[in-house]
């Protein structure tokens, strides 16, 4: 199995910061990984579809990078209803998996 | 907007079933696969079982293999999960969620999602 490993788990930033969530695969998958927010009590959205594509009615504050084993979602203009969880997730190959989430908390 | 609406959900003693079902709105639902993915309690995502839009093709998490059926019905646009010997692990919300294509998994992602269904296994 494909594992993802999103390290920190948490980070702690500030209205207008931009910010940096990483996440890596246990192998090479590629430009293979999407982006998901999820908000307390909701499922969760696509923000990032293939590594760096923006989903349609995503704010272009979010975008994407990395290919291989390493990944990046970058929030370049923080705002206050950006602040929760964020997974990564592998679709090379099954079992799909997620990362465990990154929580992004106010400073 | 593609829409997903879960239903099924419960508590349930260890041991027995429950089927949960989702249906589909706003878009040609046999244009896509299909997935379940669960979440339990101040947990991460899991995913659970995809079916691709014919329903030729299936696949499980080693987690509920041979306990969970996924399965489809196109003339009604609605997608099930059959759970059996559910433990208590099993507890999660469990969101339908539609692929973004229709015969193949590799590469495609997730969206939308519904909006879940609580699944209990306790005594």
């Known amino acids: 199995d494909i594992q993802m490993t999103q390290s920190p788990s948490s980070l702690s930033a500030s209205v207008g910061d931009r910010v940096t969530i990483p996440c890596r695969a246990s192998q090479s998958i590629s430009t293979y990984v999407n982006w998901y927010q999820q908000k307390p009590g909701k499922a969760p959205k696509l923000l990032i579809y293939?590594?760096?594509n923006l989903q349609s009615g995503v704010p272009s504050r979010f975008s994407g990078s990395g290919s291989g084993t390493d990944f990046t979602l970058t929030i370049s203009s923080l705002q206050p209803e950006d602040f929760t969880t964020y997974y990564c997730q592998q679709s090379y190959s099954t079992p799909l998996t997620f990362g465990g989430g990154t929580k992004l908390e106010i400073k | 907007q593609a829409q997903l609406v879960e239903s099924g959900g419960g508590v349930v003693q260890p041991g027995r079933s429950l089927r949960l079902s989702c249906a589909a709105s706003r878009f040609i639902f046999s244009n896509y696969g299909m997935h379940w993915v669960r979440q339990a309690p101040g947990k991460g995502l899991e995913w659970v079982a995809l079916i691709l839009n014919d329903g030729s093709n299936k696949d499980y998490a080693d987690s509920v293999k041979d306990r969970f059926t996924i399965s489809r019905d196109n003339s009604k646009n609605t997608l099930f999960l059959q759970m059996n010997s559910l433990r208590a692990e099993d507890t999660a919300v469990y969101y339908c969620?539609?692929?973004?294509?229709?015969?193949?998994?590799?590469?495609?992602?997730?969206?939308?999602w519904g909006q879940g269904t609580l699944v209990t296994v306790s005594s």
């Open positions: 293939a590594a760096s």
């Open positions: 969620v539609r692929d973004s294509h229709a015969s193949n998994w590799r590469g495609n992602w997730f969206d939308p």
